[in-house]
């Protein structure tokens, strides 16, 4: 059984910044890759970071140079570091933990960015 918790997630002005945070606990081990994703009303869920245990990372170009992706394996703790948010960031955002078999998911954290 494994559980992901989102939390750091809240309205903020366009250019401002905001850090969610994904506390893991049960069955994980710190070689499983994590992320996040977002999803928008009427949009499908979409990849925003993943990072590996070693630490490579990868983005989803609209976030390029604006969001930053931490992990820190001693915790099972990842983190989303967002800045310079658009209105279109707005999304519920959501942790995930790639297992052997399947994906775990959070349970979402909703980022409102206001024009």
């Known amino acids: 059984q494994v559980e992901l918790v989102e939390s750091g997630g809240g309205l903020v002005q366009a250019g401002g910044s905001l850090r969610l945070s994904c506390a893991a606990s049960?069955?994980?081990?710190?070689?499983?890759?994590m992320g996040w994703y977002r999803q928008a009303p009427g949009k499908q869920r979409e990849l925003v970071a993943r990072?590996?245990?070693?630490?490579?990372?990868n983005y989803a170009d609209s976030v390029k140079g604006r969001f930053t992706i931490s992990r820190v394996n001693a915790k099972n703790t990842v983190y989303l570091q967002m800045n310079s948010l658009k209105p279109e960031d707005t999304a519920v955002y959501y942790c995930?933990?790639?297992?052997?078999?399947?994906?775990?998911w959070g349970q979402g954290t909703q980022v409102t960015v206001s024009s």
């Open positions: 990072i590996t245990s070693s630490g490579f990372t």
């Open positions: 995930a933990a790639d297992l052997a078999s399947r994906r775990a």
């Open positions: 049960g069955t994980i081990y710190n070689g499983n890759p």
